[in-house]
């Protein structure tokens, strides 16, 4: 735990008590502060008051003696609209904040020169996150890892100057962390996504680019218009990352090479035969954790290595199982379209699982890829809207249920060459409460049908 000294003997609201909330109210009162906690959910109430976490209705709270209210990244704070109690927050002057802030604090009183890494982008951001943690941890490095992948960043162990923390950070953290000021802020690429929390395009861009506005040195995406342009506005130090080309000092991945660019250009490191890089998504996310590496001292050989004991993520392109020529592929974290396109760009023979709570735009943009896919399995509330998007341009099957898709898919498989894939290109919530739950009875499925031999990763 980073116990948060920065509000000692001061009373701090705080709303939102699943996991990221807990860890942060009882930092809170490790650190002295006094703590009035809230949530919509009388039972997360209930097991606050079981952890010894200070409880009150903030509706009934006199916010004049309040010194910030500290909000879960998960409730709205601009849109649709305020939630009450950011409204009342706003109404009494009270700062808002979130975990990630009072650990950008924490981190300024006692170890201000600690390396911090923080990494976000639409896609990509855990891969990259978990990738840098896994190339710093083979080379020998203290590192922490948390944030929006794993574990809350105040149940991390306290910034250190031997220690490196890699915090993966949404939009909805960096939204709340007006001190964000990392070692390295990496940003991977911005396309359009929670434009129900953020209102507009323009809006969800300024946020992302805070991550990377106050870094001591930026690695930015050079892939896409909108990290393009916050590129060109950056002031101070930039590494790019990209696909096609790069302004020194930048990596390339060219193919399965990533190359550096500067006045000294070598060859950093081959993803060929990488299965847990697969994939020009994978490239440009190890691109970016290559640059950092490099960044932070480690040598050519330190991040080869490391990238070929890479186990990958689970839910991202994770293989779980194969029979005969068929594999199957949990990639239940593609939870929009452009997540589901890298998947799609990376396999051919596709048995395609997909649906869910359809994003706006639904699958319109993966049509180039619709050559690919041998059959699709439509599951969720998503299967009609699904269906009238591949109607005549490829065969579906109503699946309704994933229980159903896999047995379906598994069926037509055979054990011929094929990928059964799960990339539902949707959001989990009218099926399972997230997309881990889901991937995970994607796995335990695959691994109970006949014949199969489970392939251990980043499960």
Same mark, same amino acid.
């Given at each position: 735990m980073i116990p948060v000294t920065t509000f000692k003997d001061r009373t701090v609201a705080l709303f939102g008590l699943g996991g990221s909330g807990v860890a942060t109210a009882l930092a809170l009162q490790a650190g002295g502060a006094r703590v009035l906690a809230w949530d919509d959910n009388a039972d997360r109430v209930k097991e606050a008051v079981e952890h010894g976490i200070g409880t009150g209705d903030l509706r009934? *709270?006199?916010?004049?003696?309040?010194?910030? !209210?500290? !909000?879960?990244?998960?409730v709205p704070l601009t849109h649709p609209e305020p939630h009450w109690a950011a409204r009342l927050a706003q109404g009494a002057g009270v700062e808002i904040i979130g975990d990630i802030e009072l650990f950008?604090?924490?981190?300024?009183?006692?170890?201000?020169?600690?390396?911090?890494?923080?990494?976000?982008?639409?896609?990509?951001?855990?891969?990259?996150?978990? !990738?840098?943690?896994?190339? %710093?941890?083979?080379?020998?490095?203290?590192?922490?890892?948390?944030?929006?992948?794993?574990?809350? *960043? =105040?149940? +991390?162990? #306290?910034? @250190? #100057?031997?220690?490196?923390?890699?915090?993966?950070?949404?939009?909805?953290?960096?939204?709340?962390?007006?001190?964000?000021?990392?070692? *390295?802020?990496?940003? +991977?690429?911005?396309?359009?996504?929670? %434009?129900?929390?953020?209102?507009?395009?323009?809006?969800?861009?300024?946020?992302?680019?805070?991550?990377?506005?106050?870094?001591?040195?930026?690695?930015? /995406?050079?892939?896409?218009?909108?990290?393009?342009?916050?590129?060109?506005?950056?002031?101070?130090?930039?590494?790019?990352?990209?696909?096609?080309?790069?302004?020194? #000092? /930048?990596? =390339?991945?060219?193919?399965? %090479?990533?190359?550096?660019?500067?006045?000294?250009?070598?060859?950093?490191?081959?993803?060929?035969?990488?299965?847990? %890089?697969? /994939?020009?998504?994978?490239a440009?996310?190890?691109?970016?954790?290559?640059?950092?590496?490099? @960044?932070?001292? +480690?040598?050519?050989?330190?991040?080869?290595?490391?990238?070929?004991?890479?186990?990958? =993520?689970?839910?991202?392109?994770?293989?779980?199982g194969r029979r005969g020529a068929t594999l199957f592929i949990n990639d239940s974290k593609a939870t929009n379209a452009d997540s589901t396109e890298k998947a799609l760009a990376s396999f051919d023979h596709i048995l395609w699982i997909l649906g869910g709570k359809a994003k706006e735009g639904g699958i319109t943009s993966l049509r180039p890829y619709f050559d690919k896919i041998r059959q699709a399995y439509l599951i969720g509330a998503a299967t009609e809207e699904f269906a009238a998007t591949?109607?005549?341009?490829?065969?579906?099957?109503?699946? /309704?249920?994933?229980?159903? @898709?896999?047995? +379906?898919?598994?069926?037509? @498989?055979?054990?011929?060459?094929?990928?059964?894939?799960?990339? #539902?290109?949707?959001?989990s919530y009218d099926q399972f409460p997230n997309f881990e739950v889901r991937g995970n009875r994607f796995r335990d499925l695959v691994r109970a049908l006949p014949g199969i031999d489970a392939i251990q990763g980043g499960s």
């Open positions: 009934e *709270i006199d916010w004049t003696g309040i010194a910030a !209210l500290v !909000l879960s990244p998960g950008c604090r924490e981190r300024a009183r006692i170890a201000p020169d600690s390396p911090f890494v923080a990494i976000t982008g639409t896609n990509g951001k855990s891969t990259t996150t978990a !990738l840098v943690t896994h190339l %710093l941890r083979e080379a020998g490095w203290d590192v922490q890892m948390g944030g929006n992948i794993g574990t809350a *960043i =105040l149940s +991390l162990e #306290p910034p @250190a #100057p031997s220690r490196v923390h890699v915090i993966e950070c949404s939009s909805f953290q960096v939204d709340l962390a007006p001190s964000l000021a990392p070692s *390295i802020g990496v940003l +991977l690429n911005v396309s359009p996504d929670h %434009l129900d929390r953020h209102g507009t395009m323009e809006n969800y861009v300024a946020i992302k680019e805070r991550l990377i506005a106050r870094a001591a040195l930026a690695v930015i /995406g050079a892939d896409d218009e909108h990290s393009r342009d916050i590129a060109r506005r950056r002031a101070g130090p930039v590494v790019q990352v990209s696909l096609e080309a790069v302004t020194p #000092p /930048g990596m =390339l991945a060219r193919g399965t %090479l990533l190359e550096w660019f500067d006045s000294d250009r070598r060859i950093t490191a081959d993803l060929d035969r990488i299965g847990s %890089l697969r /994939g020009r998504h994978n440009q996310n190890a691109a970016a954790a290559a640059a950092v590496a490099l @960044a932070l001292g +480690l040598s050519d050989e330190a991040i080869q290595s490391g990238m070929r004991s890479f186990p990958g =993520l689970p839910h991202r392109m994770e293989e779980v591949l109607e005549g341009s490829v065969p579906f099957t109503r699946a /309704g249920t994933l229980d159903r @898709a896999v047995e +379906l898919a598994s069926r037509d @498989a055979g054990s011929g060459e094929a990928v059964v894939l799960l990339s #539902p290109a949707c959001a």
